[in-house]
């Protein structure tokens, strides 16, 4: 399935948004997700299962000085 991904479009067969998250650069990163434009927890991600018509932002905090 196809999905929207910071403005791109991402082939992907995994299920959940926790899922997707592991398969990607950003397993291991603290980031903030937007699912179809709501502002989602950590604590959702394993319940929200993705479809075809999702649209996801995502946002990786980087440190700095």
Known sequence: MNIQVNGACVNTS??????????????????AVEYNGELVSRDAYETIV?????RLEIVTFVGGG
Request: proline share 4%; aromatic share 14%; glycine share 0%.
């Open 14 to 31: 995994v299920r959940t948004l926790k899922e997707f998250l592991y398969s990607t650069a950003y397993k291991d990163k603290p980031v």
């Open 50 to 54: 993705l479809t075809a018509a999702d």
